[in-house]
């Protein structure tokens, strides 16, 4: 029988997920309604220009744990036997070319009021998260979408996917990658992602206003509406 060393990891770490977001209520991110956004699903939505689509799409903590395993990057398990990840939002971004000029991301960052928190990079495991067990350059490592539509929450990323090394992005081409923010405390649950993407020398920005969503998944009271579009 063929053993898969880090399948241990990847159980400790869906039950700490399950533990860390379990406590009778369900909670995700969303952005809200308005004509500027198409709505794909319930944690998924795009906006559209001449320049670019980009979509965001945040990954619930069940749905990581099958990016992690399906990606192929194997988790260090701690000495007390757990794996453990930093408390961060983590979303799937595509941006699709749909200009006639290469361009590329140049950053994106999580915005409320004068609090701005910068995407995580890619060598964030050499930096403040050096001692968790995630390969985070593998895992935010920038991939290009074979299918022609944007990726949505079940959308295996794995198998829609393959490595792009440019730092560019072609006419046409989509990119994904897995985008990391430190989270806010936000009273109002209300904040932006931005992205900026430089063509040419010039600067756009993308934003997206979000939300984070609550709803009680246990007892008759403050339940997500059967016909929700949340769904």
Partial sequence: ????????????????????????????????????????????STIRSVYCDITVSWITPQRLVK?????????????????????????????????NRPFYLKDGASIYGKHIEKMLSADTHKTMYRGYGVDFKKLFAQRRLLSAEPPD???????????YNAGFILPDDTIIRIAAFKRHQTPDKRYKINFTVSLAGVEKIIAFDMAEYEYRVDGDFFTLPENSIYK
């Fill in 1 to 44: 029988m063929k053993a898969y060393p880090h399948i241990p990891a990847l159980l400790s770490l869906l039950l700490f997920l399950n533990c860390t977001y379990s406590s009778g209520f369900y909670r995700y991110h969303a952005a809200p309604d308005s004509p500027s956004v198409e709505r794909i699903d319930r944690h998924t």
């Fill in 153 to 163: 929450g079940s959308t295996d990323l794995a198998a829609s996917t393959v490595p």
């Fill in 67 to 99: 990016i992690i395993h399906d990606f192929g990057i194997k988790p260090e398990i701690s000495q007390s036997g757990g794996l453990f990840i930093p408390d961060l939002n983590f979303f799937v971004i595509s941006v699709k070319n749909t200009w």
